[in-house]
């Protein structure tokens, strides 16, 4: 979280967030890879009522499962039920 000062005192009491929680739907197509040979998940997955495709491309030589178990020991993929969130950054969408 980041808040906006000027002189020491915050210009704005709203944090700024670099990220948006995005709910994950379901897969949007089947898997694919890059052509370095990253692996891609594309997932639907919805903001505001919105619909976007979410794209996560693992790093090279790593499986879905690893980064989706990155993302979830970060904090940026959590469940709640049988609902998945995912932290997206704000300058992607």
Do not use: C, H, W
Not at 21 to 48: E, F, W
Not at 57 to 83: E, P, R, S
Request: hydrophobic fraction near 35%.
């Amino acid at each position: 979280m980041i808040v906006i000062t000027e002189g020491g005192s915050p210009l704005n009491e709203t944090p700024l967030s670099l990220t948006v929680t995005a709910t994950v739907l379901g897969l949007a197509k089947r898997p694919g890879r890059t052509r370095d040979s990253r692996l891609v998940l594309s997932l639907n997955a919805s903001i505001n009522d919105n619909t976007y495709e979410l794209n996560l491309v693992t790093k090279q030589n790593q499986t879905i499962k690893d980064t989706l178990n990155y993302l979830a020991n970060a904090g940026y993929l959590t469940k709640n039920g049988n609902t998945f969130t995912i932290q997206v950054p704000t300058y992607g969408l």
